[in-house]
């Protein structure tokens, strides 16, 4: 088989537990993001706008949706004859078979799949961040430090490095210390979770790893702080752009609505860097006569005729005349029906809201503000007539017509 | 379940004379429409969506723009190794020239026919706007026995075609057919879709291009009444045929302004499918205003939208005015500008404060990349 200098690992097994019931039946990554995206657009594209073209995305939890959204890889110009991308999930061979037991694990059951491409260089990736970036300057660096391990990393707020991963280094950026979630920071450089890995000195990590009983099998917890106290050559890669976990209802709200400030510097319409997804087949948008549309984001196979403020509607979403959807996400195929209020919320996939219906508060309107959140519809269900949905309340079974939240 | 046994053959290229310069550099099938289509998305998403799954398109002129829009047909899910789409333009063998009519048009795709396994063929041009249950029809010719059956509306001869027929029937039985003028009478007027036995078809081809002939309506349908039988299958979804820009303008105020039409043409059990760009969502700035408009991803709207059309990538700025137009792919609409009545092809840019005013009965039409 022809040699391929990098291939990506894209661990995509996560639960995205704090997401609730946003990912009650589907994987994080198959989240849905910005309007026509899922979280796992974004390093796909990030690869295939990076020149690698051999990914295998590592699967575990509810990988239905993510399989089925992944196909051939053809969104994401991967459907390769050499190359491409690759679903792995956990397999048995012939001494039994395991659940991929932590992150470093995953990658050490997947040791054949890496071989077969013959590689110099494997680059670590998660589907839980909204960036852009260009793997391609990462793994240059590697080269040209001759490094071991590269870890990309990007400035935080002091106050909050210590709830990231802080990689303290030397000016030259050569990594002597690495600290989970430290009380005490010593530097605000927070690790992004993607590494470049030699893949030799990975192989033999890895497999070290493996035999080690006590080991969680977790990049942060264990591979990398063996290579650092085997003083292997770890250098800091470091990204100045923007970079959100989405792991939270609160975060995901955000980093969704922060495509609709102009401050902030994430451009999906860069022809140079577009971020693909699998699109379906829908026809423009319409934007009725009796509808106001404000400051928002919307996509191919919505029908608006109410208003829409400060908000994101993803592909077909219906919102009748007289509803109001403000400062909310709303979800493929979902229904906001006839003066139905949807307010500081986010409606999952084909939720339906029936007419007079209220979800979410504004913070204004709360008394107490340490109660107040964003409100969540999971998908599929269904608000009733007249029912309240109050802020910071997740909704995982049908409201009655009428009920209070 | 068993593929069905049909083959698709469309003629993007018919009828591109009455389309003016829309067309001077593209065919009518290629010509944009509605936000995000290209007029022959709705031809190979009617065939496809009725299981068939290898078309040929028999191009003649200006098919540049046609290969690019189809590229590997994966949009269709064309991309098969077994059937898929062929391009089957001319000089496609020795013998084959520029064709004139369907006839010399498909004797250079003889070959394609030849090796077809598919019992009936299925023939549509690309200036009718309609989303049908093909296989119904399908159904229905094969029930009925008929050797040749066309899909027909009720309603107005178009104003600027000549060549359309129109239909006397009895029962589904096509009794006379018409080459009627425009009037105020509703008639069963021809969409020119059209399923026969591909036996049939090379039979008529054959002879047809033996004797000289160049249309199959006139010299072939019409005269051979007593010899075939050929029946009418009545479309009573949304369909319009394009005859001139009036009527492009005309058809897409519709689109925009019944949502009865929207719900036929985008049906949502029979998808329309067309080649992806890739954009992101449209962007409603905090200052604009839209209106009764069809909007496609990709645009940017700062400005003031009514009655319109936008396709993917307009940029419309602050203080722009955009009422009853269609604005084709990546154009600008600059600060201040006021259009009405306007047909901007793709990448327009209209000036800042510039004014252009068409009538309903005339927009103006201004042509690919011009600056304004």
């Known amino acids: 088989m022809k040699k391929t200098e990098c291939v990506a690992m894209l661990l995509a097994g996560g639960q995205g537990s704090r997401l609730g019931v946003l990912t009650q039946n589907i994987a994080k990554p198959a989240v849905p993001y910005g309007g026509k995206y899922r979280i796992i657009d974004f390093p796909l594209s990030n690869c295939t706008n990076s020149g690698i073209d051999t990914v295998g995305v590592l699967t575990q939890y509810q990988p239905l949706e993510l399989n089925d959204y992944i196909g051939s890889g053809k969104p994401w110009d991967l459907d390769r004859s050499n190359g491409g991308v690759h679903i792995l999930p956990p397999y048995q061979n012939n001494k039994g078979g395991d659940w991929y037991k932590g992150t470093a694990n995953a990658i050490y059951q997947n040791i054949p799949f890496i071989k077969r491409y013959d590689p110099e260089y494997v680059l670590i990736l998660s589907g839980d961040h909204i960036y852009k970036m260009d793997y391609s300057l990462m793994i240059e660096q590697h080269k040209q430090t001759n490094a071991d391990c590269t870890i990309a990393v990007i400035e935080v707020p002091m106050e909050e490095a210590s709830r990231f991963g802080i990689m303290n280094c030397n000016p030259d950026g050569t990594i002597y210390e690495f600290e989970e979630k430290p009380k005490n920071p010593k530097s605000n450089l927070a690790s992004m979770g993607i590494y470049v890995f030699s893949w030799d000195k990975l192989k033999k990590y890895l497999e070290e790893d493996e035999a080690d009983p006590n080991s969680s099998n977790d990049f942060g917890k264990n591979i990398i702080p063996n290579m650092l106290n085997d003083n292997q050559k770890m250098i800091v890669y470091r990204f100045a752009d923007y970079w959100k976990d989405v792991g939270t209802i609160d975060s995901l709200w955000e980093a969704n609505l922060d495509l609709l400030d102009p401050k902030i510097k994430l451009d999906l319409s860069d022809p140079k860097w577009r971020i693909y997804s699998r699109t379906p087949s829908a026809p423009p948008q319409y934007i009725s006569d009796t509808a106001k549309v404000q400051n928002s984001l919307i996509t191919e196979g919505c029908d608006v005729y109410g208003t829409v403020d400060f908000s994101i509607l993803f592909d077909n979403v219906i919102v009748e005349e007289g509803a109001v959807v403000k400062d909310s996400l709303v979800m493929p195929g979902a229904v906001i029906k006839k003066n139905a209020s949807v307010q500081y919320a986010i409606i999952g996939e084909n939720a339906v809201i029936e007419e007079n219906a209220s979800v979410g508060e504004r913070p204004e309107d709360v008394s107490d503000l340490s109660n107040w959140g964003v409100a969540v519809v999971g998908a599929d269900l269904n608000v009733g007539k007249n029912a309240d949905v109050k802020a910071a309340v997740m909704i995982k079974e049908n409201v009655k017509e009428g009920d209070k939240q | ?372």
Not at chain 2, 85 to 90: H, I, S, V, W
Not at chain 2, 328 to 336: K, L, P, S
């Open chain 2, 1 to 372: 379940m068993r593929k069905n046994n049909v083959l698709g053959i469309v003629f993007p290229n018919a009828h591109d004379e009455l389309m003016g310069e829309m067309t001077e550099r593209r065919s009518m099938g290629s010509l944009p429409f509605c936000g995000r289509y290209r007029i022959i998305d709705f031809s190979l998403s009617n065939l496809v969506n009725a299981g068939v799954s290898k078309v040929g398109i028999v191009t003649k002129t200006n098919y540049q723009s046609l290969m690019d829009h189809i590229g590997s047909a994966k949009a269709w899910d064309l991309d098969r190794k077994s059937g898929g789409l062929f391009f089957l333009p001319p000089y496609s063998n020795t013998e084959a020239k520029v064709y004139k009519g369907h006839v010399d048009g498909l004797f250079g795709a003889m070959n394609f026919l030849k090796h077809s396994s598919e019992k009936f063929v299925v023939m549509c041009d690309c200036d009718v706007i309609t989303n049908f249950d093909l296989n119904d029809m399908l159904k229905r010719h094969i029930k009925s026995g008929a050797d040749i059956t066309i899909a027909y509306k009720r309603g107005l001869m178009p104003l600027n075609r000549h060549d359309v027929m129109a239909f006397e029937l009895n029962g589904d039985k096509v009794t006379d057919i018409k080459f009627a003028a425009s009037d105020s009478k509703e008639r069963c007027i021809s969409l020119d879709i059209t399923i026969m036995s591909k036996d049939l078809l090379t039979e008529i081809i054959k002879e047809g291009y033996e004797r000289n002939l160049t249309s199959i309506a006139r010299d072939v349908y019409q005269k051979s009444l007593t010899k075939l039988d050929i029946r009418g299958y009545e479309i009573t979804e949304y369909a319009a045929i394009m005859d001139s820009p009036e009527t492009y303008a005309k058809v897409t105020k519709e689109v925009v302004c019944d949502p009865a039409v929207r719900r036929d043409l985008f049906c949502k059990t029979r998808p329309v499918f067309t080649k992806t760009r890739d954009d992101m969502p449209t962007i409603y700035g905090l200052d604009s205003e839209v209106k009764n408009c069809l909007i496609a991803d990709g645009c940017v709207i700062d400005g003031t939208v009514k009655n319109s059309v936008l396709f993917r990538g307009v940029k419309v700025e602050k203080g722009a005015v955009i009422e009853n137009s269609i604005v084709m792919q990546d154009a600008v609409i600059e600060a201040g500008a006021d259009i009405q009545f306007v047909t901007l092809d793709k990448k327009v840019t209209v000036g800042a404060n510039k004014t252009l005013r068409g009538t309903e009965t005339y927009p103006i039409y201004v042509r690919k990349n011009a600056e304004v």
